[in-house]
């Protein structure tokens, strides 16, 4: 199984128009918003010597902040773009990027072997993917975790789309920043309450603790408020690592 055509041209356009600038991609958040906050959440339940797989990286903000908390860090993208951008970001060479199209089993089983039993992030990744491609996502998560490693995953709730739509509904217009989102036909926060918990217990990931949270974005309201989407945060272990 792999994504579909429209679905990775639309991540490749994405990513193809997105410059070197830190922020300019809407969920671009410095890692203190991100990655260290949720590494902190990860880390009492986490083996930190072993690797850290970023999925969905993007360009590599959260991945490079999360090289100064595991022994190594690798950041996966479906986006060939993204994957150049990240390799550009990581002058100082912290960490690994490479293409990976989450939803081939075989592709991410290949890298399980390579890396072994790793911890997992995942920001924000189920609620935007393909609705049939969704279990194939969570089961990456279980493959790689397998038993040893642990897994923070956070997505956005149904809530997060009343947010969105008051910020593309305001007189002036969308914010610029998720213009570039719905201009290229991404679908933030599609993802139902339950669908999320469910997928990832079908996968054979055990919840460890959860929570509510909201993921910070790189846009602003006309007030000057920071676009805070409604998410919920999950700590989870594989098959036998409970």
């Known amino acids: 199984m792999n994504v579909s055509s429209g679905y990775r041209e639309a991540w490749e356009d994405f990513w193809a128009a997105t ?27 986490a083996d930190a ?6 999925l969905g990286c993007g360009n590599g903000t959260q991945t490079r902040f999360l090289a100064t908390r595991f022994a190594r860090a690798i950041g996966v993208d479906l986006s060939h773009a993204a994957v150049a951008l ?39 990744v189920i609620h935007q993917s393909e609705p049939e491609a969704r279990p194939a996502v969570a ?11 642990r897994a923070f995953v956070a997505e956005l709730t149904p809530a997060a789309k009343d947010v969105i739509r008051r910020a593309a509904e305001s007189p002036q217009g969308p914010p610029p920043k998720l213009r570039r989102v719905l201009d290229h036909r991404l679908k ?7 669908e999320v918990p469910e997928l990832l217990r079908a996968a054979g990931l055990t919840v460890l603790v959860c929570g509510d949270t909201a993921l ?9 408020t920071r676009i805070a989407l409604p998410a919920r945060w999950f700590v989870l272990a594989g098959r036998g690592g409970a």
Not at 188 to 194: D, Q, R
Not at 216 to 223: I, V
């Open 188 to 194: 933030p926060a599609s993802a139902t309450e339950e």
């Open 139 to 149: 089961a990456a998560v279980a493959e790689l975790v397998g038993e040893k490693g």
């Open 49 to 54: 010597s072993l690797p850290v797989v970023d």
């Open 19 to 45: 410059s070197d600038a830190p922020g300019e991609a809407i969920w671009d958040a410095d890692p203190s918003l991100a990655a260290q906050p949720h590494s902190e959440l990860l880390l009492p339940y």
């Open 216 to 224: 910070a974005q790189t846009e602003y309201l006309p007030d000057g």
């Open 86 to 124: 990240a390799r550009r970001a990581d002058t100082e060479g912290v960490a690994e990027f490479a293409r990976l199209d989450l939803v081939d089993g075989e592709a991410v089983r290949a890298l399980h072997e390579r890396t072994g039993d790793a911890n997992v992030y995942m920001r924000a």
